[in-house]
């Protein structure tokens, strides 16, 4: 089974975050789960990941509201990253908030998959490439 060599998790709300979390671990699909609080300590992880040898995460699932650095905030931090790195990292809203305004302001970021709260092993099915959907399956 293809896993995930790292996933971040960044969200502010810790019941959403404990359920996530289970999930995530019980389909086995990562090597590495990250839990960020908010978009500063996260950033502040994937640059301590990177300084330690250990790569980049194949895939971000981040809140929008968020106290310290929002979802958006986090994002326009990530597009100053090299081109190649964005490329290799999937960014997914995961929010409870589909709000005119947040997805409205998202998309003006450049953000452009959304998923709603709570995640599901069907979510996560569609978010990632065939050899993992598959490995669900098992």
């Keep these: 089974m293809k896993k995930a060599t790292c996933i971040f998790l960044v969200d502010d709300n810790q019941t959403t975050t404990f359920i996530h979390e289970r999930l995530i671990n019980n389909l086995g699909i990562t090597e ?3 839990i960020a ?4 300590i996260a950033l502040e992880l994937m640059q301590q990941r990177q300084d330690e040898g250990k790569g980049w995460p194949e895939l971000i699932l981040l809140d929008l509201n968020m106290p310290v650095m929002d979802g958006i905030e986090f994002y326009q931090a990530f597009q100053q990253f090299d081109p190649e790195v964005q490329a290799a990292i999937k ?3 995961l929010t409870s908030s589909f709000a005119y305004r947040d997805v409205q ?3 003006e970021t ?3 998959h959304f998923i709603n709260k709570p995640l599901t092993m069907e979510k996560l099915k569609h978010m990632w490439p065939e050899q993992i959907r598959e490995s669900l399956h098992e």
């Design 91 to 93: 960014v997914v809203v």
């Design 105 to 107: 302001r998202a998309q």
């Design 37 to 40: 609080p908010n978009g500063k």
């Design 32 to 34: 590495e789960l990250i």
């Design 110 to 112: 450049g953000i452009r």
